[in-house]
């Protein structure tokens, strides 16, 4: 049975930042390629950052330099940092895990992040 299971959000403030981690469990994580997602009330649920099995990162344009993915195989775990959240951040963030190969992917329940004074 897949699990992703996100965790770290929670309500900042402005400038503020967070960590979020999903914890991948019932797939081989290394072999994934690994992402952020977030939903936004009434929006459509969008990429944020994405990391290959081989470790390269992609992000969207609206948090390059404020946000940073990573992974720890040996964990089963992908993070991400958040620094200088705003307002605009405020959304329902998702894990997902993708194997190409064979059309697998997956996504956690999300984790609520809350920008806010």
Do not use: H
Not at 8 to 25: T, Y
Not at 28 to 55: C, D, H, N
Not at 92 to 114: E, H, I, K, R
């Amino acid at each position: 049975q897949v699990q992703l299971v996100e965790s770290g959000g929670g309500l900042v403030q402005p400038g503020g930042s967070l960590r979020l981690s999903c914890a991948a469990s019932g797939i081989m994580f290394s072999m994934y390629a690994m992402g952020w997602y977030r939903q936004a009330p009434g929006k459509q649920r969008e990429l944020v950052a994405t990391i290959t099995s081989g470790g390269s990162t992609n992000y969207a344009d609206s948090v390059k330099g404020r946000f940073t993915i990573s992974r720890d195989d040996a964990k089963n775990t992908l993070y991400l940092q958040m620094n200088s959240l705003n307002a605009e951040d405020t959304a329902v963030y998702y894990c997902n895990a993708a194997y190409a190969p064979l059309g697998f992917n997956y996504w956690g329940q999300g984790t609520q992040v809350t920008v806010s004074s």
